[in-house]
């Protein structure tokens, strides 16, 4: 190597570098916005004397849009409120889309998961109006009642649809994993939050 070679400490970055990146998404930004909100919503519909604040929150995803609650949410850890709520507003926009179809899974699974169909609370017999009301119903806990009985619930009709999947011929591999995946997220985030409570 050449003794008179010279080392040059990086060029300054011009302004316009930084400004290019500045308008970027932060990863944790967004986590920590998508979980203050998600902490302001379940929080204010608790605090509220207004009766109709369940109704919204339960209709939610309906008046906004699933988009825009996916584009706040569907990033966030399964473990954190705001991936809770991701979850439950997916579980109700899946259920209103196709309520006939997961009628069919629910039924078929019933029999696979007693347990989970006790606690999922679905009447009897478990049509797509009843599934409608089901899923609304546990919504309407989170501004009512203890959020992890409504996780618990929410991840026990999961696993009963995972299962009626896994008895029907026509469900991909993939799409009874991927419920199963969503009960199994469901019910470690609702243990952890009746560890919470206890604790």
Request: some cysteine; proline content about 5%; aromatic content about 6%.
């Amino acid at each position: 190597m050449s003794e008179h070679r010279r080392h040059h400490r990086p060029a300054p970055r011009e302004a316009a570098f930084f400004d290019e990146y500045v308008g970027a998404d932060d990863p944790a930004l967004l986590t920590e916005a998508a979980e203050r909100a998600a902490v302001l919503l379940v929080r204010g519909a608790r605090t509220s004397d207004d009766a109709g604040v369940a109704d919204r929150l339960v209709h939610l995803a309906d008046t906004e849009g699933i988009e825009a609650i996916a584009e706040v949410w569907s990033h966030a850890p399964a473990d954190t409120l705001a991936g809770c709520l991701w979850r439950l507003y997916l579980l109700r926009s899946w259920v209103h889309a196709d309520p006939a179809g997961v009628a069919r899974e629910f039924e078929a699974g019933r029999s696979r998961a007693e347990f989970a169909r006790v606690v999922a609370g679905v009447a009897d017999p478990p049509g797509p109006d009843e599934l409608r009301a089901m899923v609304d119903e546990v919504l309407r806990g989170i501004a009512g009642g203890e959020l992890a009985d409504v996780l618990l619930r929410a991840a026990a009709f999961a696993r009963v649809v995972a299962a009626g999947r896994a008895t029907l011929h026509d469900v991909p591999d993939a799409d009874i994993r991927r419920m199963l995946a969503l009960a199994e997220q469901l019910e470690a985030a609702g243990h952890l939050e009746l560890a919470h409570r206890l604790a």
